[in-house]
Nanobody
């Protein structure tokens, strides 16, 4: 059974940094798409950063240059390093994965989801 468990969220001031982690289990191998999405109450879930099956990364325009996604295959753990955080980055951050995805940053492409970790950035 596929399971995704996020951690690392918290509260920081604008300009600060956080690193989120997602522990993945239940996949037969490392050939899957996995990434980070975020959602604010009342708004649509937004794709943040994704690693494709071949290791290619994709980022939302709003986080390019500030966030970095990476994966430790040996530990089956996904990371999101978030620097220069802004108040508009405040959201619940979710880890999501699937065996493949056509549009990497579309949330409805993904079958498996974690429970989320809250990130709050104060101005």
């Amino acid at each position: 059974q596929v399971q995704l468990v996020e951690s690392g969220g918290g509260s920081v001031q604008a300009g600060g940094s956080l690193r989120l982690s997602c522990a993945a289990s239940g996949f037969p191998d490392s050939r899957y798409v996995i990434g980070w999405f975020r959602q604010v109450p009342g708004k649509e879930r937004e794709g943040v950063a994704v690693i494709d099956r071949d290791g290619t990364t994709s980022y939302a325009d709003s986080v390019k240059g500030r966030f970095t996604i990476s994966k430790d295959s040996a530990k089956n753990t996904l990371y999101l390093q978030m620097n220069s955080l802004k108040p508009e980055d405040t959201a619940m951050y979710y880890c999501a994965a699937d065996v493949w995805a056509e549009d990497l940053l579309r949330s409805d492409e993904y079958m498996y989801w974690g429970q989320g970790t809250q990130v709050t950035v104060s101005s």
